[in-house]
């Protein structure tokens, strides 16, 4: 009896569905359809109704915008009562980026949203696209998990977690502060305790205004003066502050902290997340970070750059006040956040 599961898969484009030509891979309108028809893995009877969607101009991942989001969004909410799951073939660039937005994004999400992606494309013999995309499909029919999630490589991460952390491995994606939500073997493993469920339940979708959101890395020997040319960029928002170890910063440079200090009584928004893969910020173990919480920096706690940086356009969409924003920062939204 075939399945009579429906999955809409939306190709947003990248490399998965790219065809080879004399200039290089490329994108070509119904090639990844014709190519999935092809293979006899995708007529299997286990395999659910698919619809593919191509996107009429092919987005290449380091291209990705904030339109670009809401784009597949509102793609996701105009066929969201027609399909047990959905299934985003995205670039890997940007992947991380895209799934972290849609988190967010999709307020009251209850179905399964996979991105997933492949490091070559679907006709090439030593493909991953083949796995990725079967096992992503076969997650969203069968397993209601519903969040953003990103699959890759035998793991179904958290979307609002996940990294890209290689950039030609197999294993491209990682989701270093909390395990994979399923693990793909000969068996399906998944850890149920670690799925975030939405308190919402009517889909709503939340269109990313145009906050000026930045990132600003410390190192050693930065300059005072360039950070406060930074933060006095007119209209700047909210920062993703990517500092030392546990939230740490240079407490010998005054200026620097004064900087930071006169940003965040102006009303900006500054979010401590630390460069470090693993691990979680804690400003009050070290002096070097107290003198942040001091100046009005608010902690990201474990959250990637990622989710941090689309937590800051989705609150600043919502025309809250800034301590709004600044509390829901270091709220758990959507599973982003180990407090």
Request: proline fraction near 5%; charged fraction near 20%.
């Amino acid at each position: 009896m075939a399945n009579s599961k429906k999955v809409y898969i939306a190709y947003t484009g990248g490399t998965i569905g790219m065809k080879p030509s004399n200039n290089g891979f490329i994108p070509q309108n119904g090639f990844l359809e014709q190519t999935l028809a092809s293979f006899p893995e995708f007529n299997h009877k286990q395999m659910p109704q698919i619809t593919i969607h191509d996107y009429a101009e092919p987005i290449d991942s380091a291209n990705m915008s904030p339109e670009d989001w809401y784009l597949i969004a509102k793609d996701i909410e105009k066929n969201y009562h027609h399909y047990d799951g959905f299934v985003v073939l995205h670039g890997t660039d940007t992947m991380a980026y895209t799934a972290s937005a849609l988190s967010f994004m999709l307020e009251g999400l209850q179905k399964p949203v996979i991105i997933t992606g492949s490091q070559i494309p679907l006709t090439q013999l030593r493909t991953d696209a083949r796995d990725n995309i079967i096992n992503a499909i076969y997650l969203a029919a069968n397993y209601p998990i519903p969040e953003v999630s990103l699959f890759f490589h035998d793991h179904l991460h958290r979307g609002n977690r996940c990294t890209k952390t290689d950039a030609d491995g197999f294993a491209a994606f990682s989701s270093p502060n909390i395990p994979p939500i399923a693990s793909i073997g000969s068996k399906i493993k998944v850890r149920d305790h670690l799925i975030f469920k939405q308190h919402r339940t009517e889909l709503n979708v939340q269109r990313f205004s145009s906050p000026k959101i930045a990132i600003l890395t410390l190192f050693p020997g930065i300059s005072a003066e360039f950070v406060s040319d930074f933060l006095a960029q007119p209209n700047l928002d909210g920062v993703v502050l990517q500092s030392y170890g546990m939230g740490n910063a240079p407490i010998n440079n005054q200026p620097l902290i004064e900087a930071l200090k006169e940003a965040c009584d102006k009303g900006m928004v500054i979010v401590n997340c630390t460069q470090c893969l693993q691990g979680s910020v804690n400003m009050s173990t070290y002096e070097t970070g107290k003198i942040l919480i001091d100046a009005g920096v608010i902690s990201g706690f474990d959250m990637t750059t990622e989710a941090a940086l689309a937590k800051l356009y989705y609150l600043f969409s919502r025309d809250l006040n800034i301590e709004l924003v600044r509390e829901k920062m270091i709220t758990n939204l959507r599973g982003e956040l180990t407090i």
